[in-house]
């Protein structure tokens, strides 16, 4: 599923949620073991996620700066 909107996050093949934002991709998705992971760009981000939202909005945070 493309993002039909900058600000929509899309469901890709493997289960991750992902977006760009001015060409930088963003990815979020969640382990086996249920951990949630934020990436942008190449770059996974450090931290604990309670939530993909939570995740998502890490990722804009992150990419704004």
Request: glycine share 10%.
């Amino acid at each position: 599923m493309i993002p039909q909107h900058d600000t929509d996050w899309a469901l890709s093949a493997k289960g991750n949620w992902w977006r760009r934002i001015k060409g930088t991709l963003l990815i979020v998705g969640e382990t086996e073991s249920n951990r949630i992971w934020a990436r942008v760009g190449g770059n996974f981000l450090e931290g604990e996620y309670d939530s993909l939202s939570e995740a998502q909005t890490a990722c804009e945070q992150e990419c704004e700066q």
